[in-house]
């Protein structure tokens, strides 16, 4: 894949943004008709592939071009030996799509508008409405896209599922549910949205050649929300290593975790942060714990802490230099109990990443303000719920769209927030950058206590190697986010192959942890 493409399939764009680059397009001379054709017999060509034995196909055609695109879809599939039937629900067409529904009548395929006539079909293809939906649907329109997802065929939408909106994911009134979905161009923010997963099916992008200028015309370079993708993950790992490297050339990462009551957060953690090659490793854990992690991380430097009497860490030893470290990592597991704990690190003049029970003591504490002033990059990576809890002013966007809610999270707080859930999404303060990232692959398997204790631990690795000689005007900044793209890429990587070989089923965070290395070795 060239650079260019590269970039390409990396982007993500709104429907705004998509109108955008397509009038600089059309505007250039490039005929709307001479495109259709094109991106049709893409499509068509991939039908193709995925099906290459001749069956009955079902075409649902909206009034709009994404109907054209059907038409011309059903067409070619016609030339190709594949019966076609095609259902329209409405009247009347665009002037383009309207010459392509004469021309297939003119071959004996008339619309109908009869929904039954898709029960004979053996796979359909949906081409109702293209991106750019904004208002909910109405009648008879909803109930025939209910009637149609109640059909055991499969169904492959062409650009979206018709009924989602583009940008959000949202499903406006009715949504045909997709068993894979054809992104026509470029990425579509909605396709990522956790909210749209069920409707998409698996996404595939049909890469038509937009001129990259045109693209950078309208997004700028880099574009502001983009896809990790595999290159963009391997090329932010700490390999190769100096051939006289040492230790202390590899990071220094001080993991502050676990609790009587968690101790295996604090292993798994150490076990996530040993995968990266981190050169030294320190955990400080309640002292009553201590034996556990020595037998599970022989190669760590166990820091036993003062404790309260449920078993959380009460304070840290008066004789930790907490800027001895590279970067520090705390929360996994440490309960709510150590308050003056995250006041202490708050002030600490190092790549910060605060997780789990750290993120309940900000919420508590009401301590994001303090972040504000941090020079120090704070990655903060919290579950929809311990989002709410830390910005609850933010609830509602983030039912809504969940991308746009991390943004003005990252914004206000300063850190690079790190939202998790089915499709990661991690978005810088406009002070690094403000780009978003979403990771477009994960698996049901990681939902399962303790996998995110399993990701601070690849985070903290990885930013301790990355940011080692960081300061607020280095040019290591890139290096440290790139770090966290790496560490949310891998993690899920791992989680995939794992769950493809033992089913969902059988990934616990432990055995998750075996599956980091192959995971990038894989590769």
Known sequence: MTKDKEQIHQIIVTAAQMRAIETRVFDAGMPV??????VAGMVARRIQELYPHPQRVGFLVGPGHNGGDALVVARELHF????????????????????????????????????????KCDLIIDGLFGFGLEKPLTEPIATAINQINQLPQPILSIDIPSGLHTDTGEVLGASIRANRTFCLGLWKL?????????????????????????????????????????KVAL??????????????????????????????????????????GVGMLSIAVPESIKPILHGQLPEALIIGCPETATGA???????LDLHSYDTIACGPGITTAPQ????TILHINRPLILDADALNIMAQLGETAKLLNRQ???????????????FPHLAASLAKNRVEAAQIAATESNTVVVLKGARVVISHPDTFGGDTWINPHSTPALARGGSGDVLTGLLGGLIAQSGRLWNPE??????????????????ARAGKIAAGELTELGVDPLTLTKYLLPAISQN
């Open 313 to 319: 860490i009460s304070h840290l030893p008066a004789n």
């Open 33 to 38: 008709a001479a495109l259709m054709e094109k």
């Open 376 to 390: 120090f990059p704070t990655i903060i990576t919290p579950h929809p719920g311990e989002f709410k809890r830390l």
């Open 340 to 343: 003056t704990l995250i006041k």
């Open 474 to 491: 280095s040019s290591t900044q890139a290096h440290i986010f790139g770090s966290v793209q790496t560490a949310v890429w891998w993690h």
């Open 235 to 276: 090329t932010n790992l700490p390999l190769p290593r100096a051939v006289a490297g040492h230790k202390y050339q590899f990071g220094h990462l001080l993991l502050i975790c676990g609790s009587r009551q968690y101790a295996g957060a604090a292993i798994l953690a150490g076990l996530g942060a040993r995968a990266t």
């Open 190 to 230: 909605g396709e990522l949205q956790d909210q749209a997963l069920e409707y998409i099916g698996i996404p595939e992008l049909i890469d038509f050649d937009l001129p990259l200028a045109d693209i950078e015309a309208v997004l700028g370079n880099p574009a502001p929300i983009r896809r990790i993708t595999p």
């Open 80 to 119: 190709q030996g594949y019966p076609i039937t095609i259902y329209s629900p409405f009247a009347k067409f665009k002037e383009l799509t309207g010459q392509h529904a004469r021309y297939l009548a003119s071959l004996g395929f008339q619309p109908s508008d009869d929904i039954s006539i898709l029960q």
